[in-house]
């Protein structure tokens, strides 16, 4: 339902041409840095700062105060719900867990955050019209969040740089390697990121189902789990939890 209500939004907004701008869209004015952040910014550097510049500095903190409420919010009540609920349904009924409260508030936090990126993005771009964000991005950005690791919160800014620079690179990277056929190398660039998306999610589900980040916390666990094993057998110890047949 919700795929389909984003194929569909589209062709609704353009309909109400006079608030919307139907499919020329909006234009808008990137605004200029306050006095304080001016001031601020030329006792710092020596330079005046730029309306890209404070754009840019407004996306950061907003970014830093979403994160921050994201990792406050896991390590919670309503965290530990959505957890549970992720992990089953049925155990988290069990424990008194609202399951439609919870996923209804998931919902809605997430089109929050959605909302908040749609808005600095056209605030970023001067330009918003609907067909700026198709479907297409919406899968785009729900590979990246696979890619980067659904289960953690640095999982979407890994998953963000994966979408955003994955393409650019695949297109420009393929063509210019000699070893790879002409044949293989046209049809990545002509499909665009399509194809490189689709062979690296394949890739991540099978070696690294949780993520960028479960695979680099694996091999944390892995290294020191070999790093404990080597020190306990200079010591002469036993290692913990032995156990006995």
Not at 47 to 52: E, F, G, I, R, V
Not at 199 to 219: D, S
């Amino acid at each position: 339902a919700t795929f389909a209500l984003a194929v569909v939004t589209p062709s609704l907004i353009k309909r109400p041409a006079g608030l919307t701008g139907g499919v020329q869209g909006i234009i808008l004015t990137q605004p200029d840095p306050p006095g304080f952040a001016q001031s601020a910014y030329g006792f710092l550097t020596g330079t005046a700062m730029t309306s890209d510049q404070w754009i840019y500095y407004i996306c950061l903190f907003c970014a830093l105060i979403l994160f921050w409420f994201a990792w406050n919010l896991v390590r919670h009540r309503p965290g530990r719900a959505m957890r549970a609920i992720r992990d089953g349904e049925v155990a988290a009924a069990a424990s008194g867990v609202n399951i439609a409260g919870y996923k209804t508030l998931a919902f809605g936090i997430s089109a929050f955050y959605a909302g908040i990126a749609g808005a600095l993005f056209a605030l970023a771009t001067g330009f918003v019209s609907p067909d700026t964000f198709p479907v297409s991005l919406s899968i785009q950005l729900l590979v990246g969040a696979v890619v980067g690791g659904l289960a953690s919160i640095p999982g979407p800014l890994l998953g963000a740089i994966f979408a955003y620079f994955l393409p650019i690179e695949s297109s420009q990277w393929v063509p210019s390697q000699s070893w790879i056929p002409d044949q293989i190398a046209s049809t990545v660039k002509n499909a665009g990121p399509a194809v490189t998306y689709g062979a690296v999610l394949i890739l991540i589900m099978i070696f690294a189902p949780n993520g960028i980040v479960g695979l680099v916390y694996r091999g944390y666990v892995a290294l020191n789990r070999r790093l404990r094993g080597a020190a306990d057998r200079e010591t002469g110890q036993m290692p913990p939890n032995p156990q006995t047949v």
